[in-house]
């Protein structure tokens, strides 16, 4: 048993080291996106109260939980957003395409 090679293979990993590349204040920046973005397209908003005082880890799962399949292309949306271009063309360029968008 190897180790993975391609991380888009585990998106919650891969959602993990993005938060904790943003640092704190952009790691906040990121939640206030999530929780009040009308710019999401399709994709509703969280809660905020989901989200409030949660560690990136949990914020994986609540995220995941939330938007399945399109949790990955979601954080894109909310990178490009803040600007983040980096982390997007770093994590977030070749995304699989999901059935039924």
Do not use: A, C
């Amino acid at each position: 048993h190897g180790i993975i090679r391609d991380e888009r293979e585990d998106p919650p990993k891969v959602l993990l080291e993005i938060l904790y590349s943003l640092g704190n204040e952009n790691f906040k920046n990121f939640i206030w996106h999530v929780t009040n973005g009308g710019f999401l397209e399709r994709f509703p908003t969280i809660p905020p109260f989901k989200l409030e005082d949660k560690r990136r880890e949990e914020t994986v799962t609540v995220m995941f939980q939330s938007y399945s399949v399109h949790t990955l292309k979601v954080t894109k949306i909310v990178l490009q957003e803040m600007s983040e271009y980096n982390l997007v063309d770093k994590y977030l360029t070749d995304l699989p395409e999901i059935p039924g968008e």
